[in-house]
């Protein structure tokens, strides 16, 4: 197998990735904190995590993917509480629309979604652990994390707490606290907030705790990857680091692969700058789904992705020249056998797109081999050089890498359009069947009115020898 490498937040480099089990990878991917809509960044992170996943399954290995759903937290409890609804009702229609969000963007489903509110008693378990072995300690019905006892915290995100108010007695969070760094494990309720049962009281986890129990529930006490926005390495990784590792005195994830951010007009996204778009408010203005999966999948996840109408609008460019390529050659005639260059340029493909992903995910480099495919092909078809056997060679080829991309296809989004502009198929066949039979009966009129219609709803034509073609503008 070819050898994969990624960047490691933890010891930040570039290095080999091995994983613990051989032809196999577990991978923990922080999921959406369901209080309210995903906007289109938390939606690129989820878009990487798939590209992810997709590409290890590319490279032959077997992946088994988490995503968790944080369903009770400090921002859950107070929207839910302002609602005046009970937490799963208030949480219930934002996970559908999540749910639907990944669908929309063609995200594959991972193998499991643990919910925070349905593994309590993992994350009690766990807590225990840290209590009985000395990293935790109770204070007023809250249980902290005991960072001073913890040698090397700091170590995922290089941060250096020993400066920090050290050893000083803070109430903070409106919880007392041992040092003003100790972290939140389990919180004592409050008046009017949901809450379970546990050995210290009434109460409920703290958001690290729900990552670090349903991790290792799902994946084992230490497992291959876990990813996350840029955001999450500090503090919410660091302490799943140090909780993890405390309890069970193993290494906790090999490999952490952090995503960057989106960026709208070159800010960040904030309520203030009236810039947090979610995907419905995008398909509202017109904006198809594809160009925005094409749009984050062809950045180098550890850049920064500014999001601007432009680039959504290159990012359908680039894409119609890959449809352009297909409709030329589904119409184009064969002549003689196979063409060389299109097996040079085939088996060119599948090498390229695989060396660049191996190399830590290179985005751009493995489009750039797409597109390469595209313009040889596009050579050969305007030397009337196609061969036999030519054209299904090229769909299958494209099939193959699309199964990473999940963008190449026309087809696969298709449905998604027939359902939003309700021309399907059949109806388009439909109609340019009854323009030949006007054409054949030399009603002019007619069979231009047919095209215009047709025309009209973005359905471009060209006859050909073989007969009308037609595809969506
Ligand atoms: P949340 O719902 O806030 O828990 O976030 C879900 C995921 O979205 C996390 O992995 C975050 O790191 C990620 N995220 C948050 N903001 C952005 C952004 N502007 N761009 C990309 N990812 C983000
Ligand atoms: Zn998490």
Redesign the pocket.
Known sequence: MREIRFYNTLGRTLETFVPLQAGAVQVYT????VYGH?HI??L??FVFEDFLRRSLSYLGLEVTQVMNL?DVDDKTIQRSNEAGLSLDDYTAPFIQSFFEDLETLHVERAEHYPRATEHIPEMIAMIETLLEKGFAYVSDGSVFFRIAADDDYGRLSGIDLSQQMRGERVASDEYEKEDARDFVLWKAAKEGEPSWDSPWGLGRPGWHMECSAMSMKYLGESFDIHC?????IFPHHENEVAQSESATGKPFVKTWIH?E??MVDGA??SKSLGNQYTLKELLERGIEPRAIRYLFVSAHYRQKLNFTFDSVAAAANALERVDKMRFRLASASENGGPSATITAAIERLGQDVANALANDLNASEALAAVFQLVRDVNKVIEQGAVGQGDRERVIAALADVDRVFGVLDPGDWQQDDDAADGLSDEAIEGLLADRQAARKSRDFAESDRIRDELQGQGILIEDTPQGPRWRRG
């Open positions: 922080c999921g959406p904190t995903a960044g938390n690129r992170t944080t996350g926005g840029v955001d999450n995503s951010h989106l960040k996204m």
